[in-house]
């Protein structure tokens, strides 16, 4: 019988990566906490209504991508293809808004998207998303932008590079895609297939095509920025000065348009040379109609989304993070005694705040000295038949050999000395 695999898109996170994730998570979670923001949780599934609404129908990401169903109830379903658009919902669901002010929300969970799959890319993949909505001030794009860049560089990447553009309002952008209309119509037939259906339902999307004549072509269109209003301009302006007086460089290109067609004003990337053509790590841009859109009060909003899987190519190809779990004691007991004892040592141990493994093999003591090495402890505690006898422990340092026995209420007793040291030699600063 053969075996049953991981559907296709998907991967198994397995213990030994889990670790970078986890630090991942613990910056982004520390930085976004020391702003201010707080965290959201919505559901993976919505009605399909809503993403083709909210991110627009004539989008990849709903048109070719998103996994849609009917449920039991006859209800049109789709798994989420991005987070905002359910995170909006549930803005106007719960009233959000009515507690006025600026609300700054952030989750972190899974999207769904069938595409052809890529370095940092599957079709089950990891979304951190960070939101400030409540705020037409350029601040808070600049706020969401610096946020987005502290946590890149606290996670130590390097290489790293910020686009930035405006897509102007919803007037701009109107101007503009009747320009992109007037000015491919012309070379149609020389279009990729993509891009001659975009020039219909979505052509500012064309602008993003990996066609080579598509881009040649793309070359000589004209500017979104040359159709920006005063007011766009000037929101603009001020995105760019605020950039400069926080020391964040940034190159303009406008072609920057992103794949969603609730952006408005700006529109930013985040790249890393080390990707390769997959060079985005975090996107996102201010989308000022979309609460409206979707049944709200007029709300304007602006936020990013950063891909997990990418930051973690990059961060394995740093190696600077240890994928080996910080535990403190290995609990190595054999005979019968023993075995009961190192049961109530190690529970008594993680209550008073040690992280211990008991070794649970059973085996001779050669095979369990052995596991401990490899457990990256800094401890290993050993419980033989004589100790278990006296009601005493064998303490042995694991980097040193340095061994001493002592009476188990004598270890316990000193919880906070015992602490303190492990911390020392896990800092590497101390010999034992």
């Avoid at 293809?81 to 359910?86: D, H, N, S, Y």
């Avoid at 998303?129 to 890149?152: K, N």
């Avoid at 929101?235 to 400069?244: C, E, I, M, P």
Wanted: aromatic content about 8%; overall charge negative.
């Amino acid at each position: 019988m053969s075996t049953i695999q991981a559907i296709r898109g998907t991967r198994d996170i397995l213990p030994n990566e889990s670790p970078l994730w986890q630090t991942i998570e613990t910056i982004a979670k520390d930085a976004l906490a020391q702003a201010a923001y707080r965290e959201i949780r919505t559901p993976v599934f919505e009605k399909t209504e809503l993403f083709a609404r909210g991110i627009g129908e004539a989008t990849d990401a709903v048109g070719k991508e998103m996994y849609s169903f009917e449920d039991r109830g006859g209800r049109s379903i789709a798994l989420r293809p991005e987070i905002t658009a359910g995170l909006v919902r549930a803005f106007i669901q719960n009233k959000l808004f009515a507690q006025g002010g600026v609300q700054r929300l952030w989750h972190l969970g899974p999207a769904f998207r069938y595409e052809r799959r890529h370095a940092g890319r599957q079709r089950h993949f990891q979304l951190l998303d960070v939101e400030i909505l409540g705020s037409r001030d350029a601040r808070a794009d600049v706020e969401i932008i610096a946020i987005a860049t502290q946590i890149l560089t606290t996670l130590g990447l390097k290489s790293l590079s910020l686009d930035l553009n405006s897509v102007g309002s919803g007037e701009d952008r109107q101007a503009y895609r009747d320009a992109l209309v007037a000015y491919f119509t012309p070379y149609k037939d020389e279009l990729d297939t993509d891009s001659q259906d975009r020039l219909i339902r979505n052509p500012l999307r064309i602008l993003d095509s990996k066609d080579q004549r598509t881009q040649e072509l793309v070359t000589d269109a004209p500017s979104l920025l040359d159709y920006l209003s005063a007011d766009s301009q000037s929101h603009f302006d001020a995105v760019q000065q605020h950039l400069t007086n926080l020391g964040i460089d940034y190159t303009i290109n406008p072609r920057l348009v992103r794949g969603l067609d609730y952006y408005t004003h700006t529109a930013f990337e985040i790249q890393s040379s080390d990707l390769g053509a997959q060079a985005t790590v975090c996107g996102g841009g201010r989308y000022d109609g979309l609460v409206s859109q979707l049944g709200g009060p007029d709300t304007p909003a602006i936020g990013f989304g950063m891909g997990i899987e990418r930051l973690i190519i990059l961060l394995e190809q740093m190696e600077r993070y240890s994928t080996t779990p910080d535990l403190d004691i290995y609990l190595i007991s054999r005979g019968e005694k023993a075995e009961f004892q190192s049961a109530q040592l190690a529970n008594t141990l993680r209550q008073a705040g040690y992280s211990v493994e008991v070794d649970l093999s059973g085996s001779a003591f050669g095979k369990q000295f052995k596991r401990a090495d490899r457990s990256g402890a800094v401890v290993g505690l050993i419980l033989g038949e004589a100790e278990a006898e006296a009601n005493k422990v064998q303490l042995k340092w694991l980097a040193s050999g340095e061994q001493a026995e002592m009476a188990q209420a004598e270890l316990l007793a000193q919880t906070d000395e015992l602490q303190a040291k492990i911390a020392t030699v896990r800092s590497g600063s101390g010999a034992t």
